[in-house]
């Protein structure tokens, strides 16, 4: 089977909703997995994200909505029917079987005779062939780990479902792991949904990722397309961070929208931005800003979008360097800066001309919570930083 | 004084054994003994008369075989039952669960004297003939609760998820249960199967109340300690002893060396 391209097809939610007692986990999600692609679902901690899996899997009871694989319906079949299996959360290896039948365990209830050929050339897959005979607690987490994959894949499923399988490993073994599992469902063609709160290994691992909040899918595609466009400021903030400054619309020239706010104009080409109403927020990612001290101002290039400040924080780590500035209106911008500049770099206090061309700059609707998605640490640290200066004010 | 400061917990650990296993050890070593008189409480020779003639005393030997046959009926009987019991408490959500969660508790929280006197005073008004059939019913109405008890908290510990597993992987609902519920919750059950039978072969009380003329061996023994017990009650009491010890020490074994065997290879 290794190496073998399977047949396999797309997977659809359609409208898939799963409240528990009134409140909706999932909510009228609707989605196509590109067949045989390495999807990730991405989201916070109580998004939805086990609770879709488990509507596909069929444990879970539906509330509304429809699972289709290929043309095929498979909303009204019972787990034990569907073509699909999950690697779960905590593995769930069977303890009173050996590693050997708890990979069996899939083509014996399914009346197949013969498993042996096929159990030995799954457990040489995951490179597990000397642990046979162990029983599951023998083996160590990275071990019981590829147990669960072994013990799904052996089935041959349309859909695998991995529930953040990678959780309860340390990071070396993550990294690890995350190489072995491309280089498995490279091998054997599965689609393989996976679902994890870890934006670095949605974003290394897969085709696809669609990032999901609050039981919806907020945006989905290719991880570097997301990254440089986001969609909504969820999205900005939840993957990687953004500087978001909220402005109006005052009209366009050519292709450009240009946004006024605070006192200045930006330019945000139209094809960047998903902004209905004249309400508008203009958004930069941290490493596209270049931080030039204000004297040196007019080098910036015209055409550029511009924002003075003042350095509160620099944080060196080597490859780049962190900056803080703060914007007359006291919002507080991330820059990250290459440390290819020879000579001084700017320093806490410094009157600073941030600049970045408009080609980086995406707008999104002005009717959002500039924090949503954004790490709760980072809101607080603001919060507490423009409480601090008001204060000394 | 050092000595015994260091090893305080293995001192007092060694004491209660020894308080333990002291009138267990009188029994067997008095199973041996030829007593001068009709009681069997003072060594006076060495003597394996007990032991090859067994049933030498009328009433030893028959008693015996009624307290296992109610024995091991009332444990199948209260095992299969409390079993369905525990697991229809701990999976479904039925009106009048918790009632019957505390109703399970009763029977264990009851003297008894109150069981066995009530019981015998259900019995007689209904008109049933007092006898064997009367103490199983009245076993298996007492080592019920144990059983679900037992059975539950098993049930109660085991991971859902091993469930979901097997229904993902091709397990209807039967197979389910087959292949993953019952392995895992059978060392629950038979841990209740095993309570169950000693305490039924062991009740006094609640046998002694709904026994009528049958006799069971508790009660045998009970009759005769009046008379002087005969040396034969020491070696089945032994007997029993020896018989459970090997019990527990061949499941450790077998336990043991599956452990042996899982390292080595
Ligand atoms: N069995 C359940 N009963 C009630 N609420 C649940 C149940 N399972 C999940 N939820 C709720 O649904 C939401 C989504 O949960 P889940 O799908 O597990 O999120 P995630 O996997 O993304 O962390 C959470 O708010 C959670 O509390
Ligand atoms: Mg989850």
Redesign the pocket.
Known sequence: MAGAVRQVEDLHLLNLTKK??D?A??DDLTLTIPAGSFFALL??????????L?RVAGLEDPTAGAIKIGARDITDLRAFQRPVNTVFQSYALFPHLDIFENVAFGLRRRGIKDVKTPVNQMLELVELSAMARRKPTQLSGGQQQRVAVARALINEPDVLLL??PLGALDLKLRRQMQIELKRIQHEVGTTFVH?T?DQEEAMTMADTVAI?NA?RIEQMGNPAAIYELPKTVFVANFLGQSNLITGTAQGRTGDDILVSAHGRTYVVPAARSTAGGDSMIVGVRPEKMTVLDAVDGHRAPDAHNKVLGRVTDVSYAGVSTQYQVRTPWDQELTVFEQNVIVGDRCSVGDEVLLHWSPEHTFGLDGVQDVHAGASPELVDLEAAASALESRGA | MRFIRRNLLAVVAILVLIYLFIPIAVVAILSFNKPSGKFNISWTQFSTDAWTNLCGVPGVCSSFVTSIQIGIIATIVATALGTMIAFALVRYRFRGRSTTNLLIFLPMATPEVVLGSSLLALFLNLRFPLGQWTVVIAHIMFIISFVVVTVKARLQGLDPRLEEAARDLYANPRSTFRYVTLPLVAPGIAGAALLGFSLSFDDFIISYFNAGTLVTFPIFIWGAAQRGIPVQVNALATLVFVIALLIVLGSQVVNYRRRRKLVST
């Open positions: 528990f007692a409140v986990a999932v989201g916070a901690s109580g998004c939805g994200k086990t609770t879709t488990r529930d953040e679902v709160h999901m039981g």
